[in-house]
Nanobody, 125 residues
Framework: QVQLVESGGGLVQAGGSLRLSCVAS????????VGWFRQAPGKEREFVAA????????NYADSVKGRFTISGDNAKKTVTLQMNSLKSEDTAIYYC??????????????????WGQGTQVTVSS
């Protein structure tokens, strides 16, 4: 059973930074695609960023490009999301998701088999 545990959420002022972490209990972590998604109140879950751990390929939503950075550490079985220049519209619950192999669309939540419990990020303006 794959378990994902997120941490690092909290309350921050606009323009500030937060660093989210996702620790996975898996066998061969480097086989996985790991993504971050977020869901704001009253809105659908949306893609934020993802990385293919075997290649280092990374993909970002347009809304976070240049502000967020996703990185993976296969030895520590951890993926982090560094979030800078935060805006009030970044307020949401952030979820870590993982899938073994190669999903066709790494920006689509339905492609992921495993999900964490989520961590709240609140950006005050």
């Amino acid at each position: 059973q794959v378990q994902l545990v997120e941490s690092g959420g909290g309350l921050v002022q606009a323009g500030g930074s937060l660093r989210l972490s996702c620790v996975a209990s898996v066998g061969t972590f480097s086989r996985y695609v790991v993504g971050w998604f977020r869901q704001a109140p009253g809105k659908e879950r949306e893609f934020v960023a993802a990385t293919k751990l075997w290649s280092g390929f990374k993909n970002y939503a347009d809304s976070v490009k240049g502000r967020f950075t996703i990185s993976g550490d296969n030895a520590k079985k951890t993926v982090t999301l560094q979030m800078n220049s935060l805006k009030s519209e970044d307020t949401a619950i952030y979820y870590c998701a993982a899938d073994p192999g190669a999903p066709r669309r790494i920006d689509v939540s339905a492609e992921y088999d495993y999900w964490g419990q989520g961590t709240q990020v609140t950006v005050s303006s």
